[in-house]
């Protein structure tokens, strides 16, 4: 296993759509463990897209448990009902150091997705669950949260990104 490098914004693969995946095989369950790897080596990451971590393929993994212990990996995942709604803060492994920021978003979702190995999966969720899935489909489809904000609020974040990138170089 392999512990990746989680690819920042605005990286142009993180702003991809993701390819459904068609192949269980060995290859792809390589690349679900070190998935979970990267996931639990990293501190207050409650889940990756694959695509963070440069695999174009509808893949999550996803873990906030406090022990790290309640490993769930969807792939291909869809949203195919939500209800109510939410306003609540949210922060991404690849604007790291930008800070949490409110996004609107299902209160409750259904969804339907496959195992690591092609079982298929219904869930229904709500809460953080809930959020959390949200906001890996909307990598999957290439969006960050960030492009769920006001125009305003987003080029404020832009700006702090391009701030600390020449600081860096200088
Ligand atoms: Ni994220």
Redesign the pocket.
Known sequence: MAILEILQYPNPVLSKKTKEVTDFGDDFQKMVDDMFETHYAQKDCAAL?AN?LGFPYRVTVIDFSEDKNQPLCLVNPYIIEKHGETNTHEG???LLNMGYHRVVRAERIKIQALDRYGKPITLEVDGFMAKCIQ?EID?LDGL??IDRLGLVKRKLILHKITKARKKNKS
Do not use: G
């Open positions: 897209a963070q991404c492994m690849s906001h990598h960050v949260y």
